[in-house]
């Protein structure tokens, strides 16, 4: 079995949906960060994946049904796992896979058992528009954090990434180079005077530069790339300047937080960070809006949830709008792209949004999941194709 504790990409997505052998439990739920709120936490975790027992019983028997169960059990009963909890949890239980994803922003109580994993939650929660990162730079080190208005909590840095100047520079860290020369009187009388070939500052300028390049090209390879979300970047003034003039990132945000980063604390960060975020996503929103309608109009996008379902299928969605608010009962065919209506009285039912943004990661493209007002259409999907 695998088992598995991270945050949700779209690798991750890919993994989840290849493991999804039914039945397939689905659980949210709200948590809290600090005491005494957390000590209700795992009560209400018990009793939810306990509302689940009679409908697994009905597809896989009891002894099955028991058996899926039961590392759900050992998790209601790790305390040091729920004193470690942020803002939501979501788990997701087949027979051959156990997830465990911690959430920044709390989501509402849901247990669900379906032929696939309920995933829109989780979808929202990482692919909402309201999703950043931010960068906190010196000319020494480095932090990166991930989050949306809820909170922000620190992302380990990939493989690559360099921390540290030292790290990103190492042998190649420049020293001033000193010689020596005599200087006036004659004999014993002369002495002894040091001079520099180009001064220290020049020399720290040309390292944090250098360290500027090799942090942007890491984060953006190994960060900004798989997330899509902006980034924004906390530094003293000057730093900002400087790394706004070498870098390549397209994630990256005009505007940014100014001062000592490292002197804020997440909490401060965020609040700071989203500020900016707000004017960024408004912006990106209403480019948005204007692609699809300029796409819709070519009959390059489309709101019709049949048609846009086929097209996910055959790879040809590069941007899926997806209401986040609502729910359209069925199953979408991941062959042939066909959408089966189901009553929610059906057990095995599940949100045909769901399936089609999963699928749309499956296949490459880019998901966005928004509230109702933000959507430019009331048909609960709006595509932008790639031909």
Known sequence: MTTATHTFDQQTMVEVLNQQQKPCLSIYQPTHR????NQQDPIRFRNLFKSSVASLET????????????????????????????????LLRST???????????????????????????????QSADRFQVLCLSR???????????????????????RTLEAALGEELTEPHLSVGSY???????????????????????????????????????????????????????????FHSLS??????????????FALTPAELCDRAWEVVRRVQRQRLEALMERFGAAKARDRGSDALADVAR????????????????QIPGRIDATTGSVEPRPLSDAKTDDALDDLGALVLKMGGELIVLQSQQMPTDTGVAAIYRY
Do not use: C
């Open 248 to 261: 390549r990132n397209e994630y990256l945000a005009d505007e940014g937080i100014d001062g000592n980063p």
């Open 311 to 326: 097209a996910v299928v055959a790879g040809r969605v590069d941007t899926l709008l997806v209401d986040g608010d609502r």
């Open 59 to 90: 597809l896989v028997g009891k002894h099955e049904a028991t058996d899926l169960l039961a590392p759900l059990q050992a998790i209601a009963e790790d305390a040091e796992f729920w004193n470690t909890s942020l803002g939501g949890l979501a």
């Open 184 to 242: 006036g009187g004659v004999g014993s009388q002369q002495s002894a005077m040091h001079h520099g070939h180009g001064s220290k500052s020049s020399e720290v300028e040309l390292d944090a530069e250098r360290f500027f390049r090799a942090v942007d090209r890491a984060i953006f390879t190994s960060h900004s790339q798989a997330a899509r979300v902006p980034l924004i970047l906390a530094s003293l003034p000057e730093h900002r300047q400087l």
């Open 34 to 37: 600090t005491h005494p709120g």
């Open 140 to 162: 020494q080190e480095i932090k990166l954090y991930a989050g949306t208005r809820y909170g922000l909590d620190e992302v380990p840095l990939a493989p690559g990434v360099p």
């Open 96 to 126: 051959n896979y156990l997830g465990v994803f911690r959430l920044q922003q709390a989501v509402p109580e849901l247990a669900i058992v379906a032929e696939t994993f309920h995933l829109k939650p989780l979808l929202r929660a990482y």
